[in-house]
């Protein structure tokens, strides 16, 4: 069972920017898209980016222009660059993978990290 593992959540104010990371535990990392999915506080849990296995992203509305995700698979490691933060951005931020297709990490995640906080002050 592959273990997800976030890091780089953090306190920035409105239009400061954070890198989050995401690495993988499986030597078929490669193998599985992954998303980012968000729960802010009183709110459901929301898809909010994705990257397929062969490095197509996928984005919601809301963050299109100011967030883009990247993939390194020699280290497992799927990087969401967060910038031109908005207040609305506060939530906690999953992991997650499931193989090959965003399609497929939007519907039903195999897998989920525990998350790590992202609070923007305005």
């Known amino acids: 069972e592959m273990q997800l593992e976030e890091s780089g959540g953090g306190l920035v104010q409105a239009g400061g920017s954070l890198r989050l990371s995401c690495v993988g535990s499986?030597?078929?990392?490669?193998?599985?898209?992954v998303a980012w999915f968000r729960q802010a506080p009183g709110k459901e849990r929301e898809w909010v980016i994705c990257?397929?296995?062969?490095?197509?992203?996928s984005y919601v509305d809301s963050v299109k222009g100011r967030f883009t995700i990247s993939r390194d698979n020699a280290k497992n490691t799927v990087v969401l660059q967060m910038n031109n933060l908005k207040p609305e951005d506060t939530a906690v931020y999953y992991c997650?993978?499931?193989?090959?297709?965003?399609?497929?990490?939007?519907?039903?995640?195999?897998?989920w990290g525990i998350g790590t906080l992202v609070t923007v002050t305005s």
């Open positions: 997650a993978a499931a193989l090959y297709h965003c399609a497929a990490v939007a519907g039903r995640p195999d897998y």
């Open positions: 499986e030597v078929t990392f490669d193998d599985y898209a």
């Open positions: 990257i397929s296995d062969d490095g197509i992203p």
